[in-house]
């Protein structure tokens, strides 16, 4: 019965370590998300945002 419960805290020490562990392409995922949002607007999404705002008042 020992030997039970010490293979299950072994299952659930493996599952804790796989889910704070990423995989590789995880962090690519994330690399290539955050270079997107910190690209800037280009100036003509940035005048259609403005035209768009204008039309409301």
């Known amino acids: 019965m020992a030997r039970d419960k010490s293979m299950k805290n072994i299952g659930h020490e493996r599952s804790r370590r796989s889910r ?3 995989p590789e392409w ?6 290539l998300y955050d270079s997107v949002v910190e690209e800037p607007l280009p100036d003509s999404f940035n005048q259609l945002l403005d035209r768009l705002d204008g039309a409301d008042d």
């Open 26 to 31: 995880a962090s690519g995922l994330r690399r």
């Open 20 to 22: 704070q562990t990423s």
